[in-house]
């Protein structure tokens, strides 16, 4: 059995809230580097042996903070990325909601197959993810930490869930979020979801998801 834990990065520079920001490599504020240095002290603990990350500099920043304070080594992945907005990327929404008002209607009908243009759609997300999360579950590590995006969180905790991506944003992933999640060979069990550093109960004491 290993023991995941699934993390987003801290907080962004920038109006990152109201744009659509994907895979843009936006670098973290002050903020953010004070979060994923709370994350490292709440994780000192859970015998994490191995960080895995998307590639892009949040991430990486994030998960480079933990392994200066765990001492264990980082693998940066590309097929952990956030969703591609593709010509959305960057764009405040209410701009994409007027200049693509129809594409964008059509987004909100169907949130796990629509593709921006030039972007993927959630279920792209997911499916280029898989691979990876299949063989970080199938690790012998006692525990490793998996830095990731809301939009990669959510859609692999829907996968583990067994809910449908439309769903997807029910499942909150605040910046610098922790999710626990225990692996098994055949089956994953989601114990906790969008826990923070000061919420994360201590080690042997009961985790109960969000949900």
């Not at 987003?8 to 809230?17: E, N, Q, V, Y």
């Not at 909100?108 to 959630?122: A, K, N, V």
Request: charged letters at 20%; a negative charge.
């Amino acid at each position: 059995m290993t023991t995941v834990y699934l993390l987003r990065h801290g907080a962004l520079m920038g109006d990152s809230r109201h744009h659509f920001v994907g895979q843009i490599d936006l670098p973290l504020a002050p903020e953010g580097l004070a979060q994923a240095t709370a994350l490292a002290r709440a994780l000192q603990a859970r015998e994490i042996e191995s960080i895995h990350c998307s590639d892009l500099i949040r991430c990486q920043t994030t998960a480079r903070i933990l392994a200066e304070n765990l001492h264990v080594p980082i693998f940066a992945h590309k097929e952990l990325r956030e969703i591609s907005l593709g010509d959305w990327e960057g764009l405040p929404r209410g701009e994409v909601a007027q200049r693509w008002a129809r594409e964008f209607e059509a987004r909100g009908r169907d949130i796990e197959h629509y593709r921006p243009p030039h972007g993927e759609s959630f279920a792209d997300c997911l499916a280029r993810a898989l691979p990876i999360w299949q063989s970080i579950q199938q690790t012998r590590c006692k525990a490793v930490a998996v830095v990731g995006h809301a939009g990669l969180n959510r859609v692999l905790l829907c996968h583990i869930l067994g809910k449908p991506i439309a769903e997807m944003f029910h499942i909150e992933q605040d910046y610098a979020c922790i999710n626990v999640i225990d692996c098994g060979t055949e089956s994953c069990h989601v114990r906790l979801i969008n826990a923070c550093a000061t919420t994360l109960p201590a080690c042997g004491e009961p985790l109960h998801t969000a949900l």
